[in-house]
């Protein structure tokens, strides 16, 4: 996976600088061109001479070039190498720079890198225990995640400062190995497509303050909206109410009932090569919701009864028009799961259904990690073992590649 690739290495101010060297070396062995940018802080620890010795090309220190050199040059070198890379690693990423990053900083060269890249980009923590297991950079590591970056937790250990505990940079050989695994999950085989992807819940209004609700988090498309723009496609997430960051690069509309997801969804369905329905948009919706809060006093019985009725099923409606496009859909199921899900795949069109049971372990709503099992419209199935939902959705996204091939 590295022959031919293109990787550039931002160092930060820690002391774990020195593994970086060694990172660089292997890197080449293994085939890849290598571009390392430093903060001035970085400096502290290791020269830029070096880097550059190691790569093979100049390594840049500063945002701004020398203003009191003989020849002053301008420069978009943050574009040029933004363009240029397959993927950027940060290593080792201090508690200061993760700040940063997840709160788009760009005051060193390397932040400045970072806003403006196109490529996937790694995130190598390093820092004394209590820095790592701080709230605040627990905080901000969650947030990196959730904004499509790739975090590799720190190893264990004895650590610079003589104190035992989590914040060791990896060894190289684990750094190599999760650089790999991010190339080979953002092959661009996805290059010129359009892919619609709903996430999370609908509110569906009662009154004023109150709905009805369900408990998805939209961790699960909101990791295919990450993986699908990795893989070079135009992404539109169109997402119910949830707390997460909007990927790098993905087009994100806001919406809060399901009728609002429906008139979003056609009017963006003609444009798009795939659809898939992640969100757990709710059946069901109040008739007469009130415009004002309902006070508890100006009930007289014991009891208040909320009439319902059903909303418009999106997946359905968008399977009887597909013309040519794939669309997915999910069975969020606790029993007959596999006859449920069939039913869904036959009645709503479907290339392939994504079946779930929010009661096995590893799949619960709010996990980082998901169980699932494909079946597709011949009514073969596929069991996947408990993975990340990230890998769950490159899982999906090799089979919508598949059929778009054809």
Known sequence: MLKGK???????????????????????????????VMTESAKEFISPLTFSTLSGYEVIVGTFPDSTAAVVKGSTWHIDLSLWADLMLVAPATANTIAKIAHGFADNAV???????????????????????????????????????????????????GLVGAGRLPEVETILRFVENILEKAHRNLQGKRILVTAGPTQEPIDAVRFISNR??????FAI??????????????SGPVSLQTPRNVTRVDV???????????????????????????????????????????????????????????????GRKKNGKVLV????????????????????HLDFVVLNNPLIEGSGFGAD?????????????????????????????????EILRK
């Open 111 to 161: 932040t400045t890198l970072v806003l403006s890249l196109r490529c996937p980009l790694a995130v190598a923590p390093a820092m004394d225990a209590d820095m790592w297991a701080n709230a605040t950079t627990q905080e901000n590591v969650e947030r990196l995640k959730e904004l499509g970056h790739f975090v590799l937790p720190p190893d264990e250990g004895e650590l610079a400062s």
């Open 329 to 348: 859909g999910f069975a969020l199921e606790t029993h007959d799961d596999v006859q449920n899900a069939k039913e869904k795949l036959k009645r709503k």
């Open 369 to 401: 990690t998901n169980v699932v099992s494909i079946i597709d419209k011949s009514g073969s199935m596929e069991k996947l073992p408990k993975l990340s939902k990230f890998d769950v959705a490159n899982a999906i996204l090799d089979r919508v590649a």
């Open 225 to 238: 909206a990450n993986a699908a723009t990795l893989r070079g496609a135009d992404v539109t997430l169109v």
């Open 256 to 318: 809060e009932t399901a009728e609002e997801m429906l008139k979003v969804v056609q009017r963006h369905f003609s444009r798009q090569d795939a659809i898939i329905m992640a969100a757990a948009v709710a059946d069901f919706a109040p008739r007469q919701p009130s415009r004002q809060k309902m006070k508890k006093e100006d009930v007289q019985e014991r009891e208040l009864t909320v009439e319902l009725e059903k909303t418009e099923d999106i997946l359905e409606s968008l």
């Open 216 to 221: 998805s988090s939209g961790k699960m498309g």
């Open 6 to 36: 293109k990787i550039l290495i931002g160092v930060t101010g820690g002391i774990a600088a020195y593994k970086v060297c060694f990172v660089v070396r292997e890197l080449r062995k293994a085939g890849a061109e290598v571009r390392v």
